[in-house]
């Protein structure tokens, strides 16, 4: 009897699968260790802790390549091995390169940012970015709502931490707890229509869940769309998607520069990579209530973020991270016509939506990385600061040109261009012709902000002569060529290495991507669920 309740209970002891999960395990990891490290290492070594910041990502990072098949699973039924909560399939994975890698570049913007900042803490900072990351990271490879959502709060609460951590900045404090409250009202909401869908199907697993919608009794059948329309409704917020947008603009501007950057991209992965796994994976069978409900978010949201932009003042103070704000909510628009494209179309369109946060995280990461730079000089992070940026730091002004064009979708930004296409296409094949119109006037909308930012990096530097002017100045009066060769760079600091790698790494992966497109695109015409 013994020996039978023994071997019962080993049935029931499940063996992980420790490679699958190393990339979240290991940021984790390095996470609490740079907390313990931070209290037995002294204050002038604390750029120590973010060479072991960078170094963690690079090794979690690296940790995905034994993993490229993407055929891992852990944490699997006893009863059922193929109903599991961790998933390292091509989705996960991709989206996994794509949130460490973010991480990462923003790790090389705070070393700069944490060492010139006094009002940052240093071991604090690091061990809250790492924490966010590894919850990220966790994220796309949750098959469970459980999972999911507890992956989504681990990702979530060290970001808001992070938006306030400046000591005495009245601007960063109130940002947070904007972002805090809207957030804990969001994610209220999102745990009552997971409740909502347990009690309809009994089962927590997605694609348990999507098995079960398929049959749902007649008076439960108003139970289960409430609660499919409420769990949308939390990760509509972490997409930035209107009407849940309202947090964004004040939490970039008061948050430290490498944090907007951080929740631009890997805040944006964390929401739409959940929103693709509750809709297409666990709620296909109700693809009639999501479906419509994010064809029309997706036009609210690319119009408001685009006009909001179109909007934003040269000379007003912090107009230029304001602008990158209300952009990536428009750029949110168009990431989202792809998954409501998935609702009215047998074919995967998701990969459409996959193709072009890869594009973005590139050079959104890449544009924050010169606006880093800018600010060493000009800290009100205005738009005229960047006036005449080619004259001062020509590559610098090349690279943030190259961004915004593709970000605008225009050459030399090819791969703007492509993952612009590749979505309006999913648009179009889906039948959702008044979406792929919408996209189009706000790309167009898109164009003239983002062209009057770049024309900008090229005119004359504010204060310089007009040409007539220094043609008809005495000889006498004109300085000589070593001095004028050298007076629009009297004010530059030398660039700090990190800040320079991010910005190198960011503008050569948009040229290589540019050049073979096909590395990002790829994506947009297979099924990353196999």
């Known amino acids: 009897m013994a020996a039978e309740s023994a071997k019962g209970a080993a049935g029931l002891v499940q063996s992980v699968d420790w490679l699958a999960i190393a990339p979240p395990v290991v940021v984790a990891a390095v996470a609490l260790a740079i907390l313990v490290a931070d209290l037995f290492v002294r204050e002038s070594r604390k750029h120590l802790l973010g060479i072991a910041a960078v170094a963690g990502l690079a090794v979690a990072l690296a940790a995905l390549i034994p993993l490229r098949k993407g055929d891992r699973k852990t944490f699997c039924l006893v009863d059922d091995p193929a109903v599991c909560s961790y998933t390292a399939d091509y989705f996960a994975l991709v989206i996994q390169a794509l949130v460490l890698g973010g991480a990462l570049l923003t790790a090389l913007l705070s070393m700069t940012a944490a060492k010139d900042d006094k009002k940052l803490p240093a071991g604090e900072y690091w061990f809250l970015l790492l924490s966010s990351a590894a919850g990220a990271a966790l994220l796309p490879a949750s098959r469970d709502l459980a999972t999911l959502v507890v992956a989504l709060e681990v990702a979530s609460l060290p970001a808001f931490a992070l938006v306030g951590l400046r000591r005495g900045d009245k601007r960063s404090s109130e940002a947070a707890l904007k972002f805090f409250l809207s957030s804990?009202?969001?994610?209220?909401?999102?745990?009552?229509?997971?409740?909502?869908?347990?009690?309809?199907?009994?089962?927590?697993?997605?694609?348990?869940?999507?098995?079960?919608?398929?049959?749902?009794?007649?008076?439960?059948?108003?139970?289960?769309?409430?609660?499919?329309?409420?769990?949308?409704?939390?990760?509509?917020?972490?997409?930035?998607?209107?009407?849940?947008?309202?947090?964004?603009?004040?939490?970039?501007?008061?948050?430290?520069?490498?944090?907007?950057?951080?929740?631009?991209?890997?805040?944006?992965?964390?929401?739409?990579?959940?929103?693709?796994?509750?809709?297409?994976?666990?709620?296909?069978?109700?693809?009639?209530?999501?479906?419509?409900?994010?064809?029309?978010?997706?036009?609210?949201?690319?119009?408001?973020?685009?006009?909001?932009?179109?909007?934003?003042?040269?000379?007003?103070?912090?107009?230029?991270?304001?602008?990158?704000?209300?952009?990536?909510?428009?750029?949110?628009?168009?990431?989202?016509?792809?998954?409501?494209?998935?609702?009215?179309?047998?074919?995967?369109?998701?990969?459409?939506?996959?193709?072009?946060?890869?594009?973005?995280?590139?050079?959104?990461?890449?544009?924050?990385?010169?606006?880093?730079?800018?600010?060493?000089?000009?800290?009100?992070?205005?738009?005229?600061?960047?006036?005449?940026?080619?004259?001062?730091?020509?590559?610098?002004?090349?690279?943030?040109?190259?961004?915004?064009?593709?970000?605008?979708?225009?050459?030399?930004?090819?791969?703007?261009?492509?993952?612009?296409?590749?979505?309006?296409?999913?648009?179009?094949?889906?039948?959702?012709?008044?979406?792929?119109?919408?996209?189009?006037?706000?790309?167009?909308i898109a164009l003239y902000y983002y062209l009057q930012w770049t024309a900008l990096l090229f005119r004359a530097p504010a204060g310089a002569p007009a040409p007539q002017e220094a043609a008809a100045a005495p000889q006498e009066d004109a300085p000589a060529p070593q001095e004028a060769a050298a007076a629009p760079r009297r004010n530059r600091l030398p660039v700090p290495a990190p800040l320079a790698t991010a910005i190198v790494l960011t503008f050569a992966a948009g040229i290589v991507l540019s050049g073979v497109p096909q590395l990002v695109l790829r994506f947009a015409t297979g099924d990353l669920f196999q």
């Open 184 to 444: 804990v009202t969001a994610t209220a909401v999102m745990l009552l229509g997971v409740s909502f869908v347990y009690a309809t199907t009994g089962t927590m697993h997605l694609t348990e869940i999507a098995t079960r919608l398929d049959d749902v009794p007649v008076q439960l059948d108003t139970l289960a769309k409430a609660g499919v329309a409420l769990t949308l409704v939390g990760f509509a917020f972490k997409t930035a998607a209107a009407p849940f947008h309202f947090w964004v603009p004040d939490t970039y501007v008061g948050a430290p520069l490498p944090i907007a950057a951080y929740l631009s991209v890997i805040g944006k992965a964390v929401g739409f990579s959940g929103l693709i796994l509750v809709t297409v994976v666990a709620f296909p069978s109700y693809a009639d209530v999501w479906g419509p409900a994010l064809a029309v978010l997706a036009a609210l949201t690319m119009t408001v973020g685009n006009v909001a932009a179109l909007r934003q003042s040269t000379t007003r103070v912090r107009s230029a991270v304001r602008l990158l704000a209300w952009s990536s909510v428009g750029q949110a628009g168009y990431l989202l016509v792809p998954i409501a494209a998935a609702a009215y179309s047998s074919d995967t369109q998701i990969g459409s939506t996959v193709a072009y946060a890869l594009m973005y995280a590139v050079v959104n990461l890449g544009a924050f990385a010169v606006a880093a730079l800018v600010a060493r000089t000009k800290p009100q992070h205005r738009i005229a600061d960047y006036r005449g940026l080619y004259a001062t730091n020509p590559l610098a002004a090349l690279a943030l040109g190259f961004f915004l064009l593709c970000l605008a979708g225009l050459p030399p930004g090819i791969i703007g261009l492509f993952a612009k296409v590749t979505v309006f296409s999913a648009a179009v094949d889906a039948g959702l012709g008044w979406l792929a119109v919408v996209m189009a006037v706000n790309v167009v």
